[in-house]
């Protein structure tokens, strides 16, 4: 009952967290012509929010370790409301993407929460079941949030959207302040934490593991910088077809990740993360030839797409937990490294992507490519560290 309770907690922080990266989506265009400046500089706040996110991760993760999990994550709430209360009061676009940074520097901070309150619960193919459901709410968070996020700014302007994630916020904090979190087991606070997280990444199974995750984020990402420009600006989309899309993207998501909790305990995890990210190759595959082919239709860049998402549903939660599972350190130092990392990939691929911003779907199909077979090749390299393992332990 208490991890099904904690495990709530942590679907509900990664939801506001992720919240943040789709909910404006569909008010890109609107922000623009609000505010003095251009569509790409707007369409940078995506990149922006995810370098917030990744600045601090290792430093909550710490932090984390050493005042408990219940105050870093009411700390990093705090932040985010602070941050997404005060973006609709922005006079330019140089403020309202400072205010993004900020608004990333607390939804960092909520995300590694999330994820160590799942890792402090449960350990194996459990911790891939319930990373699975974080899995879900990270995609609903982009379906749903691009939804409401539509619905706000057709009835009450792009503003609102930023005083909605404002009040969750405050919402959950709230509701944190009546829970009692599960008993973690207790590590050094003498051994300094960035040796430890430099041990960590220099340890081959981990870093494999947490490079294919990283990778198959980096495909959401790529779509979501440059998407609403290319369905709203070729496609002549309205803000509120863009908002449905968050849908089917939904809908793909959880396909994925309920996959993960029925068939990842029989099967194994290499295999599936091998299956999801053979699912992601073929549907940024489909995507490109459809961007070269048949450009005139857009079904043949967001249908692949869901297809994509189921692969990455798929991959993603299982990815974290052989990170986890296979770092040479305990404790909530894995999660947070992988994070950062994470964070870090999609912020570097979302400024790639937003250099790549036009009407034509071609130059984020290939970047999507490229990101998938970079993830394969991770996959493969998990197999052999797996292999190499066994091999010693047999020894």
Same mark, same amino acid.
């Given at each position: 009952?208490?991890?099904?309770?904690?495990?709530?907690?942590?679907?509900?922080?990664?939801?506001?967290?992720?919240v943040?990266?789709?909910?404006?989506?569909?008010?890109?265009?609107?922000?623009?012509?609000?505010?003095?400046?251009?569509?790409?500089h707007?369409?940078?706040?995506?990149?922006?929010?995810?370098?917030?996110?990744?600045?601090?991760m290792?430093?909550?993760?710490?932090?984390?370790?050493?005042?408990?999990?219940?105050?870093?994550?009411?700390?990093?709430l705090?932040?985010?409301?602070?941050?997404?209360a005060?973006i609709?009061?922005?006079?330019?676009v140089?403020?309202?993407?400072?205010?993004?940074?900020?608004?990333?520097l607390?939804a960092?901070?909520?995300?590694v929460?999330?994820?160590?309150?799942?890792?402090?619960?449960?350990?194996?193919?459990?911790?891939?079941?319930?990373?699975?459901?974080?899995?879900?709410?990270?995609?609903?968070?982009?379906?749903?949030?691009?939804?409401?996020?539509?619905l706000?700014?057709?009835?009450?302007?792009?503003?609102a959207?930023?005083?909605?994630?404002?009040?969750?916020?405050?919402v959950?904090?709230?509701?944190?302040?009546?829970?009692?979190?599960?008993?973690?087991?207790k590590?050094?606070?003498?051994?300094?934490?960035?040796?430890?997280?430099?041990?960590?990444?220099?340890y081959?199974?981990?870093?494999?593991?947490?490079?294919?995750?990283?990778?198959?984020?980096?495909?959401?990402?790529?779509?979501?910088?440059?998407?609403?420009?290319?369905?709203?600006?070729?496609?002549?989309?309205?803000?509120?077809?863009?908002?449905?899309?968050?849908w089917?993207?939904?809908?793909?998501?959880?396909?994925?990740?309920?996959?993960?909790?029925?068939?990842?305990?029989?099967?194994?995890?290499?295999?599936?993360?091998?299956?999801?990210?053979?699912?992601? $190759?073929?549907g940024?595959?489909?995507? *490109? %030839?459809? !961007?070269?082919? =048949?450009?005139? &239709?857009?079904v @043949?860049l967001?249908?692949?797409?869901?297809?994509?998402?189921?692969?990455?549903?798929?991959?993603y939660?299982?990815?974290?937990?052989?990170?986890?599972?296979?770092?040479?350190?305990?404790?909530?130092?894995?999660?947070?490294?992988?994070?950062?990392?994470?964070?870090?990939?999609?912020? $570097?691929?979302?400024?790639?992507?937003? *250099? %790549?911003? !036009?009407?034509? =779907?071609?130059? &984020?199909?290939? @970047?999507?490519?490229?990101?998938?077979?970079?993830?394969?090749?991770?996959?493969?390299?998990?197999?052999?560290?797996?292999?190499?393992?066994?091999?010693?332990?047999?020894?």
């Open positions: 009952m208490k991890n099904s309770t904690t495990l709530t907690l942590a679907c509900c922080s990664a939801f506001l967290a992720q943040g990266i789709s909910s404006y989506l569909p008010a890109v265009p609107a922000i623009a012509h609000a505010l003095p400046g251009a569509e790409d707007v369409a940078l706040a995506l990149a922006i929010y995810l370098v917030g996110m990744a600045l601090p290792l430093l909550w993760g710490s932090l984390g370790e050493r005042f408990g999990r219940k105050p870093v994550l009411l700390a990093a705090a932040v985010y409301a602070s941050a997404s005060a609709p009061s922005a006079f330019n140089e403020a309202f993407l400072s205010l993004r940074l900020i608004q990333g607390g960092g901070g909520v995300s929460m999330a994820r160590v309150l799942v890792r402090d619960s449960f350990s194996g193919a459990l911790l891939a079941k319930g990373l699975s459901w974080l899995g879900m709410t990270f995609v609903i968070a982009l379906g749903v949030g691009q939804f409401v996020g539509s706000l700014l057709v009835t009450f302007g792009w503003e959207i930023f005083y909605g994630l404002a009040i969750g916020a405050v959950l904090m709230v509701v944190l302040q009546r829970v009692e979190f599960p008993m973690r087991a590590v050094d606070l003498s051994v300094c934490a960035w040796r430890t997280y430099v041990l960590i990444v220099r081959p199974p981990f870093l494999h593991a947490a490079l294919a995750g990283g990778l198959g984020y980096g495909v959401i990402i790529a779509f979501n910088t440059c998407a609403p420009l290319i369905l709203q600006g070729r496609f002549e989309w309205s803000a509120a077809q863009y908002g449905w899309l968050g089917p993207i939904s809908a793909a998501y959880l396909v994925g990740a309920l996959m993960v909790n029925r068939f990842v305990a029989r099967t194994g995890r290499l295999m599936m993360m091998g299956w999801g990210v053979t699912l992601v $190759l073929a940024t595959t489909v995507m *490109l %030839l459809g !961007s070269v082919f =048949a450009s005139e &239709l857009a @043949l967001w249908l692949p797409y869901c297809l994509a998402i189921v692969g990455q549903s798929m991959s939660p299982i990815s974290l937990s052989l990170a986890s599972d296979e770092s040479p350190v305990s404790g909530s130092y894995a999660m947070a490294l992988s994070g950062f990392m994470h964070q870090w990939m999609a912020a $570097l691929i979302g400024g790639v992507a937003s *250099l %790549l911003v !036009s009407q034509q =779907a071609w130059p &984020l199909s290939l @970047l999507c490519v490229a990101l998938a077979g970079g993830a394969g090749m991770c996959v493969a390299r998990c197999r052999a560290d797996q292999n190499a393992l066994r091999k010693i332990s047999s020894i």
